[in-house]
């Protein structure tokens, strides 16, 4: 079925908002096609196989069965539960814990709105139903499981006609067997529903996270299931049977079969891409610390990585408001999800973004965007707000003529007089000086985006790459880094689809764990090696499922730690010993300090520490596709130039006002050619602006690499 | 109105008070305002993160009972980590205070004050703030702040609540005083502090925590100083406060001018069955609002009394939310919250009294102020909300190792029904917005069990709007004697609707809800009870109240909630005058139009 002898090309299909991106990779010589669909949001399958089918058709080289695998990213999941289009579920508790999803958390997402509303659950209470049975905090039964009474709520919830069922019944992360049992009764009288255990999909206390967590699983499993299997069948229709693998929230890839069952694991599916491609990049490069920073139309969403891999976090709400990357309140407005996802703060900063003077005199940027339709008021669509895409436009980083690589021209008088009307005058500035107090402002806030992946997890911008691509983020990245403090930036070629590429150079990841909850000067050691051991085994089998990934598995073992009475973990890698003895523990415990101290400041060396979770990650390794080198060398960038055109840069007292600058055809800039900014850079996807002070380097793939002059 | 007048000058804005000549114009960049403006944000956010983060008591690093902000060197607050409003009022008065209490002179780089005193700017003992200055070149920038509400500060019950009738009982008293010095824990400071504490072990995270947390917000805010320069730096801080000044006019003179007044009450004050008389007099005109409490009653030796800074917050937190959702909040802001509460009343307690349980007054006050407010912007407040600080507090000595266990938590109520939209069920309220413990978190901390945690059905306050259903709690010792306290309030009567909408149903406090050996009984609101193993305690808080005739409310909106089991059939039809057919879970449109003739005249009948 896969692993083909000649299986030589891979495919990745991310599906945007807007547009639906292919890209093929040829893994002997790193020769990379996209293809671009409009999407089809009614039935995204039918975008997908679109962009697929457009793929084959550029390159008839290509035959079907030379697909190694096709790896998807969607945000199915996800916009099931903003619609409010999820599965009808039951949801099966503890008696006396019925409304564990009406309360919540008992907060209110907003301090000082009256008028508030909580989330809505996605199970109604007449789907909520109780089961006399409970354990203690040590995993032990105080009251058995009434067969009974479940006999009774599983003929209810036939009766109800769901298409799934979540259980999470009060400490069943301690011991399972209750929930497994309600499982199987479940099971044995509806075999076809969809049922998920909390014991099984997230093993974590915390009974409403580990619940929120659950019902999404088991509520978008129809959904997803469905959805996967279309986009099997239509891939069989067109000869293409290779395993089709969905990329999960943590950045790893899964099977369909696997993202079926769990697809909690991918709500986030999208913006785990663009940090893969940016992590990738950046070790490829020889640069494992990276910040990912992708803009687009609508948000601009940051992430860290470091030594290669993308920064993972567990606290985290899907379908509410955007996440303040504060953690207070944020998330009250959505659902919480405990499973990893790429730590990533997404703001509502993007190209469509709308700039206004408040009541206060203020000049503010967002949250409102203009979106695609109508649009920044330099399309012409009929938008009357100026936006970010206008100021770019009025400070001549964007070329009127060459907007999407000459395919849509902008009116640049009507930006100018949008800017000059609702912000300049209001504020008794020029037009250049407001609409450069616009692109001021929204920086600002992605500044603040990059700080609170970077600053406040305790690492140095100034050790850090910045990786930016999507279709704004070429023209901000540059002065986001000096103002950030980040010394070098990277713009690799294509970047409006470079998030795509993502899809194709990720391992096959699969998430275990257990939980301890045992001091560290109490555990038995023992325990924690039959413990890892038994999630290896489980680990081995899925592998071997999964079947696709070539040679064994590798495992990678972390420990979720904590000084003894603290709420938060932090992810220790365990020590690389064979043995799990008492050195072990004092290295394991060694590295907690520090990790503790990098993060919050202090390490409290007396404190007992305590051992969480143990998490296992089994890898299986899918070889890297070669980058492609330019064909053109030369240190000239001469002969990329297109001319000069008058810039405002105004970052820096000698630059003020008006610069003539040279712009660049990046298609046509040489390996190795050097040269200094202010410059501007137009590939057809994307416009990079180099502000002075600043040295471009082309490098042997073509990626534009900017060094800070210092 | 604006009355602020911009004109441009070589390349900067000027902008010029019109209003109040005495203020200087100040030269700023609009861009780098905002800059900064944020950054300031942010400064105090980092320092929220770090501080849940590492802090070790459930209230704490759970629940996020506690507030972090940003002072100017004139002890002004300047920004602030969007937590729990009740806190943020509080700082406004205890910063200067402290700071004037203990000399400027005498605070150095690296050191931090420690303070709780209800007398001095506080609120309760509980509530303890540290915070020390920031220096940038030898000079003073100004202060960080963070406040955590501590499980326990000692006094006469775990979790230092109950129906006290002096400060003295309620715990240790911390007038401003080094708890760092020059970067160092001062030991013997703390040492005093920690011997009069139930829960050493948590405490000493807690503390740690707060001291990391201002760590953590110093260096930042040298980092903008050394970004900016000292003297942009002032200017920008200064001009982010005239900001919000004049946001703050423009947004009172959008409440329509009168005098709007209101009485309230607590149902009794834990000693004599007299109710607490609550009464404001709100005077709107123009760019100004004043809140005067005359008429309130005199402070009592029971768990009433207020203190001035906790009314102060509730004044606060009510005008701010009938503002813009963007509305800054910081000295801008709270210089325009005027009031007039008499000292030795129970909305301005003076020494001797005991303030814990003054956060009843509090948040009924906050509750009185909109009502108050109603009929000038009916379509901005809610009807009553659960109005109460539903305190529960409990201690356990644990059998193995001695170590003495508190637990404090805050519980959430229905909340007040609006004019377009019903009052959700089970969430906090006004100042408050704590999560509750996850019960598996408060298990495997105490040798105690919540055996039930649930919506309370039918007791909405009906309405057009429907009010939200209370919540019960029960917390049950299988096998350790424990001590108990409730502080809450209304076990007489449940919140009022509003506009014709009705009251929720009132507040139970149980004991031995269903013990296979004893008869349940009723606790007071304000009691402190030693229980057996095998006990359980059964915390019921209210309903919100209803917004408009439940007559007149959409009868599928009744239907969804009796399908859902929120309310039972026969109240749809008492109280909404809904008929739902028994077979097909549908409304009955002719017994329903029966039904609300016969409750329409006997209403206005009655």
Known sequence: MTGTANAQFRIGVDIGGTFTDATLVDSTTGQVTTSKVLTTSSDPATGFIQSVQKLLDLDDTVRPDAIEHVVHATTVATNAIIEGKTAKTAFVTTEGFRDMLEIARQIRPSLYDLQFEKPPPLVPRQLCFEVPERLDAKGKVVTPLDEKALAEVVERIAESGVEAVAVCLLHSYRNPDHEQRIGKAIAARLPNIIISLSSDVVPEFREYLRASTTVINSAVAPIVSTYLASITEKLHAADITSELLVMQSSGGVYPAKAASDNPVFMVESGPAAGAVAAASLGTALGFPNVISFDMGGTTAKASLIRNGQPNITKDYSVGGAAQSGTGAFGGASGYPIRTPVVDLVEIGAGGGSIAWVDSGGALRVGPHSAGADPGPVCYGLGGEEPTITDANLVLGRLDPTYFAGGEMSLDLAAAQEAIRNHCAEPLGLTTEEAAHGIIEIANTAMVNALRLVSVQRGHDPRDFLLVAFGGAGPAHAVRLAEQAGIPRVLIPLGPGTASALGLLVTDMRMEGSSTLIVRSDEIELSQISSEFERLENAGREAHHVAASASGDPIFERAIEMRYWGQSFELSVPAPARDEIDQAWMNELTESFHDAHETAYGFRANDEPVELVNLRLTTVGKIARPQMRKLESTGTDASIASKGERPVYFAETPETKGIVQTVVYDRSKLPAGAVFNGPAIIEEPDATAVIQPSWTVTVDQFGNLSIEHNS | ?606
């Open chain 2, 1 to 606: 109105m604006l009355s602020w007048l911009m004109s441009r000058e070589h390349g900067t804005i000027v902008l010029t008070n019109n209003s109040d000549k005495k203020v200087a114009s100040h030269r700023i960049d609009p861009i780098q305002f905002e800059v900064v403006r944020s950054a300031l944000t942010q400064v105090a956010e980092e320092m929220a993160v770090a501080l849940r983060r590492s802090a070790y008591s459930t209230n704490v690093k759970t629940r996020q009972d506690f507030s972090c902000a940003f002072f100017d060197r004139d002890g002004r607050p300047i920004s602030q980590a969007f937590t729990q409003p009740v806190h943020l009022g509080s700082f406004v008065e205890l910063i200067p205070t402290s700071v004037e209490t203990y000399g400027a002179e005498n605070l150095n780089p690296g050191d931090m004050l420690v303070v709780n005193n209800p007398f001095g700017g506080g609120s309760h003992l509980n509530d303890v703030t540290v915070f020390g200055p920031v220096h940038h070149d030898g000079k003073l920038v100004g202060y960080v702040a963070s406040l955590a509400h501590h499980v326990d500060v000692g006094g006469g019950a775990p979790a230092s609540i109950g129906p006290f009738q002096e400060i003295f009982q309620e715990g240790v008293i911390i007038p401003p005083v080094k708890l760092v010095k020059n970067g160092e824990m001062n030991e013997d400071v703390f040492k005093l502090l920690l011997a009069q504490i139930r829960s050493k072990r948590v405490t000493t995270g807690d503390f740690r925590a707060q001291v990391a947390a201002n760590t953590v917000g110093a260096r930042r805010l040298v980092d903008l100083v050394e970004k900016y320069g000292a003297e942009d730096f002032d200017k920008y801080v200064a001009a982010v406060v005239d900001y919000t000044d004049r946001r703050t006019r423009a947004e009172i003179a959008n409440i329509p001018d009168g005098v709007y007044s209101k009485e309230g009450f607590l149902d009794y004050d834990g000693f004599t069955d007299q109710t607490v008389k609550l009464k404001v007099v709100i005077t709107v005109e123009g760019e100004t609002v004043f809140f005067d409490f005359d008429g309130c009653d005199p402070q009592r030796r029971a768990p009433v009394n207020s203190t001035k800074a906790m009314t102060f917050s509730a004044c606060a937190y009510a005008l701010r939310a009938l503002m813009a959702p963007d509305m800054p909040v910081n000295t801008g802001f709270y210089r325009h919250v005027r009031m007039n509460a008499k000292p030795g009343t129970v909305v301005h307690a003076v020494h001797p009294a005991p303030v814990v349980g003054g956060w009843e007054t509090q948040v009924r006050v906050n509750d009185m102020l909109f009502r108050a407010f109603a009929p000038g912007m009916p379509t901005k407040i809610a009807s009553s909300t659960k109005a109460m600080m539903a305190q529960a507090g409990f201690g356990i000595i644990d059998r193995e190792n001695g170590e003495y266990h508190c637990n404090y938590e805050a519980l959430a109520g229905g909340y007040g029904a609006r004019a377009t939209s019903d009052g959700p069920d089970a969430v906090q309220q006004h100042g408050q917005n704590t999560e509750n413990a996850p019960v598996e978190e408060v298990e495997s901390h105490f040798p105690m069990r919540v055996s039930r945690l649930s919506l309370i059905e039918d007791s909405e306050g009906p309405g057009r709007f429907r009010g939200g259903l209370g919540m019960r709690r029960d917390y049950h010792f299988p096998d350790d004697p424990a001590t108990f306290t409730v502080l809450s309030d209304r076990d007489i009567q449940g919140p009022q609707g509003i506009f014709g909408g009705m009251a929720g149903r009132k507040a139970y406090y149980i004991l031995n809800p269903d013990h296979p050996n004893a008869e349940p009984s009723e606790l007071t609101s304000k009691c402190v009870i030693e229980l057996e193993p095998g006990d359980t305690v059964s915390f019921q808080t209210p309903g919100g109240g209803g917004y408009g005739s439940p007559i007149e409310r959409d009868p599928q909106k009744v239907l969804k909630d009796v399908i859902g089991e929120k309310i039972n059939r026969q109240r749809a039809k008492d109280f909404y005058g809904v008929v739902i057919d028994e077979n097909s879970d549908s409304v009955n449109e002719t017994e329903t139009t029966k039904a609300r003739e016969k409750l329409a005249s006997s209403r206005t009948s009655n």
